[in-house]
């Protein structure tokens, strides 16, 4: 069923072939992922690209030894170390789950082969590029342009029930702001909202 569930969502962007569906469904590899599990440390190289098929998972990176909240993924994302995975590098990102999740995951070398196998894999893999930058994009203007409440709510619009998944110290941590300004900023939310 999961298998299924993603080559939907693939063959929503490209038309797939029936020998290009085989050979995907050959490559993909479903795993179940506990909380508090590390998918990927800081300083290791992101071999795999994962689609999220359940769970919810935060990126992060540690900096002067301190852990910062780099990004997040949910539900029918795709979740990667871009940096790292690209570049086939060791990278300053980990990413961990943290809420019980269910993955599909294809790694490096099986893309490049997917990619020589038929163009629409490449032209998949450009949409699925092209989709992901117009999302950073979106979210750039948004955090250099917004206030700290405002960053909060759009946060909370692209992943509903966040606040209850995620420690209020990593969301702060994700809006460059203290976890004391987030606790007064979600007393004004709760002031505001009665």
């Known amino acids: 069923m999961n298998i299924t569930y993603f080559m939907n969502q693939l063959q929503n962007r490209v038309q797939l072939n029936e020998q290009w569906q085989v050979e995907l469904k050959t490559r993909t590899k479903v795993v179940e992922v506990k909380k508090g599990n590390c998918l990927l440390y800081p300083d290791e190289i992101c071999k795999h690209v994962y689609f999220i098929r359940s769970g919810f998972f935060r990126i992060f990176s540690t900096v002067n030894g301190i852990e910062e909240t780099v990004d997040f993924a949910a539900a029918d994302h795709f979740l990667t170390s871009i940096p ?103 007393k004004d939310l709760l002031t505001k909202d009665k």
């Open 84 to 186: 790292s995975f690209l570049t086939q590098k060791n990278g300053k990102e980990g990413i961990i789950c943290e809420m019980d999740g269910i993955l599909l995951k294809l790694n490096f070398n099986d893309i490049l082969a997917l990619e020589d196998l038929s163009p629409d894999f490449l032209k998949l893999h450009n949409l699925i590029l092209q989709e992901y930058l117009l999302l950073l994009n979106q979210e750039k203007n948004v955090y250099r342009t917004a206030n700290a409440t405002q960053k909060y709510r759009f946060l909370c619009k692209q992943y509903p029930g966040i606040a209850n998944i995620i420690s209020h110290k990593n969301i702060a941590s994700y809006l460059g702001i203290t976890p004391p300004t987030l606790s007064n900023l979600l």
